[in-house]
């Protein structure tokens, strides 16, 4: 069984994403549940609770935060479940930034532009690192220099990126969101003065692919069989 943990969020256009995504695998052949770190239900550990056998824990997360860092492994014992392999987050990845590219060409990205990684934002170090990768991975794709914004949570705001790299003379100033679904964050990123707001990852083959790497990868790890 795969258990794929999403954030969770209020906006039902987040919850319908996380749905999809999961579904999506679901497609694959694997048999799939859904839970959520936060916010709403079902949590963690009463997902757990109801299977019986093996499970890939895998976090719906582009950064290895506080959710997957202590939340999570705390869900997890919580559950008394004993046969749970605990996956890395599915970013920072290079599918990531492949599926980045897309939404970036489908929202009018040209080569040229200032581009600017706009992510939700954490206290934790790690993950603002991860973040960073993310960023060079994506630099990587579009062979062009990606800056790093944040929603919340840490600095620099992406507000403060764009102004700055209009202050440096870009003349357009595309925001590529580090974000699976739209929301709030999401939202709030046409107030951040860019000329380009691209769409959320959403659901995408390779997102879905980079899903079940992670789950063959646990599997193996573990040596678990479902």
Do not use: K
């Not at 749905?19 to 679901?26: E, I, P, S, T």
């Not at 990123?189 to 079940?212: F, I, K, Q, R, T």
Request: aromatic share 4%; proline share 6%; no cysteine.
């Amino acid at each position: 069984m795969l258990l794929l943990v999403a954030h969770g969020t209020r906006d039902p256009r987040g919850v319908t994403e996380a749905r999809w995504l999961a579904a999506a695998v679901g497609d694959r052949g694997v048999p799939v549940r859904l839970a959520f770190a936060d916010v709403l239900g079902p949590t963690v550990s009463e997902v757990l609770r109801e299977i019986d056998g093996p499970a890939v824990l895998v976090p719906a997360f582009f950064a290895a935060g506080f959710h997957v860092r202590t939340d999570v492994p705390a869900e997890v014992a919580s559950s008394g479940h004993l046969q749970v392999s605990v996956t890395p987050a599915l970013g920072p990845d290079l599918a990531l930034a492949s599926v980045q590219h897309v939404r970036l060409q489908e929202a009018g990205w040209q080569p040229g532009d200032a581009v600017v990684l706009a992510a939700v934002g954490s206290s934790e170090a790690r993950a603002l690192a991860d973040v960073r990768v993310a960023a060079e991975l994506l630099s990587g794709v579009l062979d062009a220099p990606v800056d790093v914004g944040y929603a919340v949570s840490a600095e620099p705001r992406v507000g403060e990126v764009v102004a700055r790299l209009r202050a440096d003379g870009a003349s357009r100033v595309v925001i590529s969101p580090y974000m699976l679904a739209p929301g709030l964050f999401h939202t709030r990123l046409s107030e951040a003065g860019a000329d380009v707001v691209a769409a959320a990852l959403g659901v995408h083959p390779l997102l879905v692919d980079l899903g079940l790497q992670r789950y063959r990868v646990g599997l193996t790890t573990a040596g678990l069989r479902t």
